[in-house]
């Protein structure tokens, strides 16, 4: 028998007696239904599942139309934006052009006048007749083309300010021309600028002093900032107060600038050093010319790098009445030491300073020095002066010509 022959046994007991085939049909609809409640659950699964599609699709379309209406919203927003940019720009410039345009004609009617400064207001003066003839006896300039004139600011701080039209450009040039006459004097003749070139003016200064609070050396030149790096040591602080006090003042003045941008390029070239105002000669930071403008220091002693240790001792003397500057006196160390240097070739020569070599030729020829031991090697070492032990040298002047 087999051995699944007590569970038939059993399943025909329980099945009353059914026969076989009663079983197979009876699995077979249990099997039938249990397909049917599979199919059913797919059916249910792909329910959930188009409905949890159609869900997420209508959110897609939601954040999708909400992006839509945020593009258009900020196309309209960058739209006015950009209308708003071109109006405004537009706007500003027409604006610059027509203060352009105004400056312009500002400038045109100005570059006619001249402003007088200094010359003493008294009630009831006729000031074209006081400047015509300041003209022609201070200026020397005998047919002044004078149009018109008028004071223009306060007289807190002194006389105003004497505007001059002039007829022409000649006659505004012959009288500018002649304006170094008046050095020395309390009067002196300025450009009337624009408020924009005051300004502008200004700006440039600020911009020399920054350079010089960072250790530049800074000067007006043609209306704009002009900086040069110096070391500190080569221009005292002190004296950088009192360079930029005596040129930043006279930026106007062409010539001025000029000799400054020839004083420090002398400087530089030369690897040259201002000793005044030094820690070792801090007196020396006084001023050097007195005259009827004031005190300023412009008289300046300069040494080499390699020669600055020679300086003994710089003092400044006391005014003396035929000249406007003060005497400036330095005690140099000896001139006349030998020394010695090297050739090309490697061999060290013994090298006389000049005055060591006027010393060995008397020697020479006194008989105290045979010629055949005269040193063929001697020679001349430029650029030194004379005198056994110190020697004491004046100078004077101010800023030198090169």
């Not at 039209?165 to 008046?182: C, G, K, Q, Y």
């Not at 105002?277 to 020396?284: A, K, Y």
Request: net charge negative; glycine share 8%.
């Amino acid at each position: 028998m087999s051995e699944h022959t007590p569970l038939i046994q059993s399943i025909n007991d329980q099945m009353g007696g059914r026969s076989a085939d009663d079983v197979q049909q009876a699995l077979e609809k249990i099997d039938s239904k249990l397909h049917t409640c599979v199919d059913n659950a797919r059916e249910i699964q792909l329910a959930i599942y188009r409905e949890q599609e159609m869900a997420r699709s209508q959110e897609l379309d939601a954040k999708f139309q909400a992006f839509r209406d945020q593009a258009v919203m900020q196309r309209e927003d960058i739209g006015n934006q950009l209308r708003s940019y071109v109006t405004a720009t537009c706007e500003a410039h027409t604006t610059a052009l027509m203060d352009q345009e105004k400056e312009q004609a500002a400038r045109k009617a100005k570059s006619l006048n001249l402003r007088v400064v200094g010359l003493n207001e008294e009630d009831g003066e006729n000031t074209q007749q006081l400047v015509e003839d300041f003209f022609r006896n201070t200026l020397r300039v005998h047919s002044p083309e004078v149009a018109q004139t008028y004071r223009v600011g306060k007289n807190d701080h002194g006389p105003r300010h004497i505007v001059v039209h002039f007829a022409s450009l000649e006659a505004r040039r012959a009288v500018f021309d002649n304006r170094s006459m008046l050095k020395g004097m309390k009067v002196w003749l300025d450009p009337d600028l624009t408020l924009a070139q005051v300004e502008d003016k200004r700006r440039e200064l600020d911009k020399v002093k920054e350079a010089w609070s960072n250790g530049w050396v800074a000067y007006m030149k043609e209306g704009r900032a002009v900086a040069e790096l110096l070391e500190d040591e080569r221009v005292p602080i002190w004296t950088k107060d009192a360079l930029m006090y005596n040129w930043a003042r006279e930026s106007d003045d062409e010539q001025i600038n000029s000799r400054v941008e020839s004083f420090f390029q002398f400087l530089k070239v030369g690897d040259l050093i201002i000793l005044n105002g030094t820690s070792r000669f801090p007196t020396t930071r006084e001023c050097t010319y007195v005259g009827p403008n004031g005190e300023s220091l412009v008289d300046y002693v300069l040494a080499s790098k390699e020669g600055r240790d020679r300086v003994l001792a710089f003092t400044l003397g006391q005014l003396m009445h035929e000249s406007d500057h003060r005497p400036v006196c330095c005690t140099l160390s000896g001139f006349d030491r030998e020394g010695w240097k090297k050739k090309k070739g490697g061999d060290a020569v013994k090298v006389y300073r000049d005055r060591g070599k006027q010393e060995e030729y008397r020697r020479m020829v006194e008989g105290r020095l045979k010629e055949s031991e005269r040193d063929p090697h001697t020679g001349l070492l430029e650029g030194t002066g004379g005198g056994n032990g110190d020697s004491s040298t004046r100078t004077g002047g101010g800023i030198p010509d090169v």
